[in-house]
């Protein structure tokens, strides 16, 4: 059974930095490509960045470029989301996804999706 079950989620001020952490498990993911989505309240879920397993091949939004950073450790099956001068706008539930797709940058691309991780971002 896959499972995606993010953590590192919590409230921080603006400017301030987050790790969201995405362990992965349940199957062979070294030809997926896991991406990070979120949504705010009232707000369609949007992409955020995307990390291609094997090849650590990355993407960004616009809106997070210069600021988050993904990553991957294949040794513990987890990918990350540096995340540094956070902003207000950023506040939402953060999502892991797994997809077969290299280059998917929309939800309907991702297989698999995590339970959600709430960033809260004061001004």
């Known amino acids: 059974q896959v499972q995606l079950v993010e953590s590192g989620g919590g409230l921080v001020q603006a400017g301030g930095s987050l790790r969201l952490s995405c362990a992965a498990s349940g199957r062979t993911f070294s030809n997926y490509a896991m991406g990070w989505f979120r949504q705010a309240p009232g707000k369609e879920r949007e992409f955020v960045a995307r990390?291609?397993?094997?090849?650590?091949?990355?993407y960004y939004a616009d809106s997070v470029k210069g600021r988050f950073t993904i990553s991957r450790d294949n040794a513990k099956n987890t990918v990350y989301l540096q995340m540094n001068g956070l902003k207000p706008e950023d506040t939402a539930v953060y999502y892991c996804?797994?997809?077969?797709?290299?280059?998917?940058?929309?939800?309907?691309?991702?297989?698999?999706w995590g339970q959600g991780t709430q960033v809260t971002v004061s001004s």
């Open positions: 996804a797994a997809g077969r797709s290299l280059s998917a940058i929309v939800k309907k691309q991702y297989d698999f």
């Open positions: 990390i291609t397993w094997n090849t650590g091949n990355t």
